[in-house]
């Protein structure tokens, strides 16, 4: 076990997760390698193999426009998550970067004060270190445990 | 004409007015389970390409009935009610899967992929002593079995003894669109399932509301994914039931929103990667980007651009619905369609651009209505007919939906 390791992808994650919990959502491409991949799936698709996800971006530019698009043109109540996280599991270590899973839950709050489990599952992150960029996601793979979201998931997770 | 259980009754307008009460009654949610949903329709049971082998089997809805499809040693197709002949336990407790029987994990009775019983644990007893009378007939008990009729890769099941032959039942239109989309062999790429806090006839309403499409989805109308100001038309079946609501690619860059002044025209809003999600291709080769269809009562295909789903819409109680939503694409698709697929599933979905807004606006509708007893909502656009038309600005295919729903339940 290597400490550094583990405290380097809670550390990324914390942030990742304050931003969105903070409503800093334009902050949240960020967290991402510009040619990075995101996405959300459910386990049941990862069981069968197959390759839909209920969010997908492969570039920066995607993930800026998810923002865009929930700040400009989507309508959904107002509704904040909170994130809690669980001690990163390091499954492989390369020579630039740290790859770990990391399960999650998060509530939501919404306008009128209902608050409830709105998802949990796993971060299947790919970490990149470098100089310039500091510790960033190349990868992060939301998969979902159960299949049914509750009326709609506008803020990524 | 009275039903038997509330004594409620139509507004005297017809069509154009539909009572709120419908959407929250519960004697009348129970009817509908009996008299449409079990009664004289088909129902969506799952893709073809769900069951893809032999022995193959796929939990599914008959409304608020649970069933199993499945594909037996022979490749026919069954559909059955998951519910033991025994004392009611669930048959199959798997989403999926392949089995060369179905054996209740209760008291270990067994059945024959077509939903025949089989095999009665103890039946003679031990050594002389206990099991059941010979003249016990448990077969007799057994779970209702459901007519299945497979079109264009599509199951569906029906549990109606008057129930037309299915593709009378569509009509030529709905048989015609549907081969459109189902144009070769499906293959699944994926599925989840959203829960819409609402009655489901709220959901499928919306579904077949071709006027709010542009108006509630911004993403739509600013990327001219669908105006109303382009070329398209509804198509209402005769029964009024199923829907088509389709538009084509082409733009004729009217500006009438803007000029009306509607939020969801934001000349301003900008994509920094629009060909990744709205590039596409046209597979179909007839310049329809976009076609939304329903068969009466809970089934939607979609197509929009090169994103293809069915949609299950099962009635969960009064006021909870859940949508399955499979995506597919075919068996000859290349690696660049195949991927095409998957970033255009963006646009779908609970957390899709465009499909986010319907499953709140549904609930938006349950909570708004929770005192209006007696109101009525207005259903008047494009007048009060259910005849297909060129316009989209119009409420016929949710009118084609009243038609329908009124005659199954005797309303």
């Given at each position: 076990m290597?400490?550094d390791?583990i405290?380097?992808?809670?550390?990324l994650n914390?942030r990742?997760?304050?931003a969105i919990?903070?409503?800093?959502?334009e902050?949240w491409?960020?967290?991402?390698?510009?040619?990075?991949?995101?996405?959300?799936t459910?386990?049941?698709?990862?069981?069968?193999?197959?390759p839909?996800?209920?969010m997908?971006?492969?570039?920066?530019?995607?993930?800026?426009?998810r923002?865009?698009a929930l700040?400009?043109?989507?309508?959904?109540?107002s509704?904040?998550y909170r994130?809690?996280?669980?001690?990163?599991l390091i499954?492989a270590?390369e020579?630039?970067?740290?790859?770990?899973?990391?399960?999650f839950?998060?509530?939501?709050?919404?306008?009128?004060?209902?608050?409830?489990?709105?998802?949990t599952?796993?971060?299947?992150?790919?970490?990149?270190m470098?100089?310039r960029?500091?510790?960033?996601f190349?990868e992060k793979t939301?998969?979902l445990d159960?299949?049914?979201?509750?009326?709609?998931?506008?803020i990524?997770? | 004409?009275?039903i038997?259980?509330s004594?409620r009754?139509?507004?005297a307008?017809?069509?154009?007015r539909?009572?709120y009460?419908i959407y929250?009654d519960?004697?009348?949610?129970?009817?509908e389970?009996?008299?449409?949903?079990?009664?004289?329709?088909?129902t969506?049971?799952?893709m073809e390409?769900?069951l893809?082998?032999?022995?193959?089997?796929?939990?599914?809805?008959?409304?608020?009935?649970p069933?199993?499809v499945?594909?037996?040693?022979?490749g026919v197709?069954?559909?059955?009610?998951?519910?033991?002949a025994h004392r009611?336990?669930?048959?199959c407790?798997?989403?999926?899967?392949?089995?060369?029987?179905?054996?209740c994990?209760?008291?270990n009775?067994?059945?024959d992929l077509?939903g025949n019983l089989?095999g009665?644990?103890?039946?003679r007893?031990?050594?002389g002593?206990?099991?059941?009378p010979?003249?016990?007939?448990?077969?007799?008990?057994a779970?209702r079995?459901?007519q299945?009729e497979v079109?264009?890769?599509l199951?569906?099941?029906?549990?109606?003894r008057?129930?037309?032959?299915?593709?009378?039942?569509?009509?030529p239109?709905?048989?015609a669109?549907?081969c459109?989309?189902?144009?070769?062999?499906?293959?699944v790429?994926g599925?989840?399932?959203q829960i819409?806090?609402?009655?489901?006839?709220l959901?499928?309403e919306?579904?077949k509301?071709?006027?709010?499409?542009?108006?509630?989805?911004?993403?739509?109308?600013?990327?001219r994914?669908?105006?109303?100001?382009?070329?398209?038309?509804l198509?209402?079946?005769?029964?009024?039931?199923?829907h088509i609501?389709?538009?084509?690619?082409q733009d004729?860059?009217?500006?009438?929103?803007?000029?009306?002044g509607?939020?969801?025209?934001?000349?301003t809003?900008r994509?920094?990667?629009?060909d990744?999600l709205l590039?596409n291709?046209?597979?179909?080769?007839d310049?329809?980007?976009l076609?939304?269809l329903?068969?009466f009562?809970g089934?939607?295909?979609?197509?929009?651009?090169?994103?293809?789903?069915?949609?299950r819409?099962v009635?969960r109680?009064?006021?909870k619905t859940e949508?399955?939503w499979?995506c597919f694409?075919f068996t000859?698709?290349?690696?660049?369609?195949?991927?095409?697929?998957?970033?255009q599933?963006n646009?779908?979905?609970?957390?899709g651009?465009i499909?986010?807004?319907?499953?709140?606006?549904?609930?938006?509708?349950?909570?708004?209505?929770?005192?209006a007893?007696?109101?009525?909502?207005?259903v008047?656009?494009?007048g009060c007919?259910?005849?297909?038309?060129?316009?989209?600005?119009s409420?016929?295919?949710?009118?084609g939906?009243?038609?329908?729903y009124?005659?199954h339940?005797?309303?």
């Open positions: 290597n400490i390791h405290a380097r992808v809670a550390d914390a990742y997760a304050d919990d903070t409503d800093r959502l902050a491409p960020d967290f991402f390698l510009e040619d990075g991949r995101y996405r959300i459910t386990a049941e698709n990862v069981a069968q193999g197959l839909l996800s209920l997908y971006a492969t570039s920066g530019a995607m993930l800026r426009d923002v865009t700040r400009e043109a989507n309508i959904y109540e509704q904040r994130h809690v996280l669980g001690t990163p499954t270590v020579a630039n970067g740290l790859r770990a899973k990391t399960s839950m998060v509530a939501r709050v919404m306008r009128i004060g209902d608050t409830m489990l709105f998802a599952g796993c971060y299947e992150d790919h970490v990149v470098n100089a960029d500091g510790a960033r190349a939301v998969i159960s299949r049914q979201i509750d009326t709609l998931l506008a990524p997770l | 004409m009275n038997h259980t004594g009754q139509w507004p307008e017809g069509l154009t539909v009572p009460w929250s519960r004697a009348l949610y129970d009817e389970q009996e008299r449409i949903f079990r009664g004289n329709t088909w969506f049971l799952c390409a769900e893809p082998r032999p022995n193959s089997f796929r939990a599914s809805n008959l409304g608020d009935m069933v199993v499945t594909r037996d040693a022979n197709i069954h559909a059955f009610e998951n519910r033991c009611g336990s669930l048959l407790l798997k989403e999926r899967g392949e089995a060369r029987e179905i054996v994990v209760y008291h009775w067994t059945y077509a089989t009665v644990a103890f039946r007893g031990i050594a002593k206990g099991g059941m010979s003249d016990c007939k448990p077969e007799q008990h779970p079995q459901l299945v079109f264009a890769g199951v569906f099941g029906t549990l109606g008057n129930t037309p032959p299915l593709e009378q039942y569509l009509g239109d709905h048989v669109r549907i459109r989309v189902m144009r070769a062999p499906a293959k790429i599925g989840y399932s819409i806090p609402s009655n489901w006839k959901y499928i919306n579904v509301d071709s006027y709010h499409a542009s108006l509630l989805h911004m993403f739509f109308t600013t990327f994914l669908n105006r109303l100001s382009q070329k398209g038309g198509v209402v079946s005769e029964t009024g039931g199923h609501s389709y538009s084509m690619t004729i860059a009217g500006k009438e929103y803007e000029q009306a509607l939020r969801s025209a934001n000349e809003y994509l920094e990667a629009p990744m590039k291709v046209d597979e179909f080769r310049g329809i980007g076609q939304i329903t068969v009562p089934f939607v295909l979609q197509q929009i651009r090169n994103c293809l789903a069915v949609r819409v009635p109680g009064l006021d949508l399955v499979t694409g000859t698709d290349d690696d660049a369609l195949a991927e095409l697929r998957l970033r599933a646009l779908i979905g609970p957390a651009f499909s986010m807004e319907d499953g709140a606006a549904a609930g938006f509708v349950q909570r708004g209505v929770a005192g007893g007696t109101e009525v909502s207005l008047e656009m494009g007919g259910t005849a297909s038309e060129e316009s989209r600005v409420e016929a295919a949710v009118r939906f009243w038609k329908d009124r005659r339940m005797g309303l």
